[in-house]
């Protein structure tokens, strides 16, 4: 009887949190959404201490992913938001929108649109103070920023919240992992992410994490939970309300609505040795730079609320 407890229990335990359950709680919040802004990097440090040096650090096992992963984008989306919550690519120029007259009344009106929130683990264009400080380490003699990105995110709970996908390369330098970054009471940072180095041998095989886009998700989860008539959606919503001055719309919006984006999870031609690894949780200072350090790489992290 105890040994059958104790299992069920382990099974509670160990239940993992999914993308499905995320895009529910998002969209369940939706109006009372409390986001935050994270400044992250990865700094290598090129000067090491002599101690250091002669210490002798454990092998790494393979790294172990999580089962599902947010993947952040690197280039910030460009879209156009309509009154009717819909969301279109829009990667073209010089795009004229104007109010069309209201033929049941006599003089035309002004439309209105909501100021649309900011698209959710993607960069966050002009950056100048972060920009800045990626520069200013970069051209200094100790130091190589090998990751970094800015994003806004909701503040959910850690139990509610998924991992962050974190890669990139810089020479013969690989910073790979996974981070967290959740509010209890405080805000905190949950990171495992190791320094890698290139190798001569060519990569054969990767372990791939399983990467969601965020955008993609909760636009799949809105779908499913909306009841509008897709036949007269063009109709009702937008050709009533908007004048588009640009050629052939629907080489640009695909006609079921939809806004997906392919990930591709690029493997390094080479194979990279793990050689060290920052595997900490800590709470973080909200609006100041936390440093998680190391005596081979650190993580710089700045996270604000933006409510």
Do not use: C
């Not at 090491?48 to 952040?72: G, H, I, M, T």
């Not at 790489?297 to 700045?302: A, E, M, P, T, V």
């Amino acid at each position: 009887m105890f040994l059958k407890l104790s299992f069920f229990l382990l099974l509670i335990i160990q239940k993992t949190f999914n993308s499905n359950e995320y895009a529910e709680i998002y969209l369940k919040e939706e109006n009372e959404k409390n986001l935050i802004k994270v400044d992250f990097m990865v700094i290598q440090n090129l000067s090491v201490e002599q101690d250091d040096l002669k210490e002798k650090w454990r092998d790494l096992d393979n790294f172990a992913f999580s089962e599902e992963a947010l993947y952040l984008k690197e280039e910030t989306t460009t879209l156009i938001n309509f009154d009717g919550g819909k969301e279109y690519k829009a990667n073209f120029p010089n795009i004229k929108i104007d109010a069309v007259q209201n033929t049941a009344t006599e003089s035309s009106q002004e439309i209105s649109y909501k100021a649309p929130l900011p698209f959710l683990f993607e960069r966050i264009p002009f950056q100048k103070e972060m920009k800045e400080i990626q520069e200013n380490l970069d051209r200094s003699k100790d130091y190589r920023v090998l990751f970094y990105n800015s994003w806004y995110q909701p503040a959910f709970k850690k139990n509610q919240s998924l991992p962050i996908f974190i890669e990139g390369t810089k020479k013969d330098k690989r910073v790979y992992g996974e981070i967290n970054v959740y509010k209890e009471r405080f805000l905190h940072l949950d990171s495992k992410v190791r320094l890698s180095q290139k190798t001569p041998e060519k990569n054969e095989s990767i372990q791939s994490p399983n990467l969601i886009n965020f955008q993609e998700l909760i636009e799949n989860k809105k779908q499913k939970q909306e009841t509008i008539n897709k036949d007269n959606y063009w109709i009702k919503t937008i050709f009533n309300t908007v004048k588009i001055n640009f050629e052939n719309i629907g080489d640009y919006i695909n006609p079921n609505n939809e806004v997906f984006e392919e990930i591709i999870f690029e493997r390094p031609n080479f194979k990279y040795l793990d050689l060290y690894e920052i595997n900490e949780e800590l709470k973080l200072d909200p609006e100041a730079f936390n440093l998680v350090d190391h005596p081979y790489f650190s993580i710089l992290i700045r996270v604000t609320e933006a409510n």
